[in-house]
């Protein structure tokens, strides 16, 4: 994705036909007419019912400022300006619901009332006029292209960023038997996951009446202190709602880590692997069950 | 007084209703001691499914009401503490030892006709 952006800001933006001349003259008609092709855009945008999502004002401003990058860049042929600015809408306009046709019809929608504006202006001499849209042309498709490929990027970027926090927040939380819950956790674990993620088993030990829980913490890759002490926690909020957990997976780092930082896991009930925690659970669901009760 | 105390068995059952206040809380510490003593009970359940909050005080007055109970002879369970509660008790260091707890009045029940599972319980 990043070489084809470099590709489009690299490429000359003149065709080689082009006289600069006649790219000058057309860059003052275009600044001349600003008001009057800038709402002929405005009125064909609200004819197509394009961004329905945004009031006509916010149209109109951002409309204005897309038509003088647009003027820029085709004055001085560099479309980095026109990319950032066109990053930043994109930024602002995805969240609000922006679908990729409406901003590349917007941009064509740009390209076809200058286009005809051309045509009116130099109807009379076929010529001059072939000359200026050869000049036009390769410029107005760039600069279409660059905006929508950056809305793009832009677009994907977000679903990127959604992706991990996605795949960073499901902690599934399993009834593995009757009143035993296994909490696999994956990932990383900063504070506010750990948070939610103790909210989450204290609302399942509730409706699952669970009385044990195996919190088994083989994917996590690194603990420090405070995850640790949310651990601690989590344990000792599950053991006033009146389940008790077992912590499984510690690896030899994570375990060499927490001896190291002097971290107190005297509280925590600690079995090697999964298995081994299901299996020490089992053991004490049938002694519970045994005695009379679940212990 | 917004806490009823039903007798099962030999065990009492007090379910707070509302949030308590430190007046109350004496009361009920007062109350059950009493009627411990009077019906000679073996355990005492204290339902606070319904309090929002446990504050220093509360679990402090919990405490005394176990601790005064197994003076008198019998076992104190507290059971149905909420989850948010629970967060907020573990975050501000309150703790209830060495009280029981329980899921709910099914569970407080099996652990104080066998006081062994107490033991074992959590640790």
């Known amino acids: 994705m990043t070489d084809q952006t470099v590709r489009v800001a690299d490429a000359p933006l003149r065709s080689p036909h082009a006289d600069p001349s006649l790219l000058h003259e057309l860059v003052d008609y275009l600044r001349q007419n600003r008001t009057g092709l800038r709402e002929e855009w405005v009125r064909r945008i609200t004819d197509a019912e394009l961004l329905g999502v945004m009031t006509p004002e916010e149209i109109f401003s951002e409309v204005t400022a897309v038509y003088d990058n647009y003027v820029d860049t085709l004055e001085t042929g560099s479309v980095e300006t026109l990319q950032a ?4 809408l994109s930024e602002r306009i995805i969240p609000r619901g922006v679908e990729t046709h409406e901003v590349l019809g917007i941009v064509l929608l740009l390209r076809d009332v200058l286009a005809r504006s051309l045509f009116e202006k130099y109807q009379h001499d076929a010529d001059l006029l072939n000359r200026i849209l050869d000049a036009y042309e390769p410029a107005a498709n760039r600069i279409a292209v660059t905006v929508g490929v950056s809305f793009v990027e832009e677009r994907e970027r977000v679903i990127r960023e959604q992706q991990d926090a996605i795949r960073e927040l499901s902690t599934p939380v399993l009834q593995v038997r009757p009143r035993l819950l296994i909490l696999p956790i994956i990932g990383v674990l900063d504070s506010q996951r750990a948070r939610q993620l103790t909210e989450q088993l204290l609302g399942a030990i509730q409706s699952h009446r669970a009385k044990l829980v195996v919190i088994d913490i083989t994917g996590v890759a690194s603990i420090d202190v405070e995850v640790a002490n949310h651990l601690v926690q989590t344990v000792e909020a599950a053991r006033l709602m009146g389940a008790s957990a077992i912590i499984t997976g510690l690896s030899s780092t994570i375990a060499q880590t927490l001896v190291d930082l002097g971290v107190d896991l005297s509280m925590l009930r600690t079995v090697g692997d999964l298995q081994g925690g299901l299996e ?4 004490l669901l049938v002694e519970g069950a045994e005695t009379g009760g679940l212990a | 007084m917004s806490v009823a105390i039903l007798r099962q068995g030999d065990v009492l059952v007090a379910s707070v209703q509302s949030d308590l206040s430190d007046s109350q809380v004496l009361a009920l510490r007062d109350e059950l001691s009493d009627l411990v003593g009077r019906i000679r009970a073996r355990g005492v359940v204290v339902d606070v499914t319904a309090l929002d909050v446990i504050d220093s005080f509360a679990a402090r007055s919990l405490r ?7 003076l008198r002879g019998a076992e104190t369970v507290v059971v149905g503490i909420q ?12 703790n209830l030892d060495p009280l029981k707890t329980a899921l709910d009045l099914d569970e407080a029940l099996a652990i104080l006709v066998d006081p062994r599972q107490g033991e074992e319980d959590g640790r």
């Open chain 1, 280 to 283: 020490e659970a089992e053991r």
């Open chain 2, 64 to 70: 005394a009401i176990a601790v005064t109970a197994r």
């Open chain 2, 83 to 94: 989850p948010e509660v629970a967060i907020a008790m573990v975050q501000f260091d309150l």
């Open chain 1, 85 to 88: 600015y066109a990053r930043d």
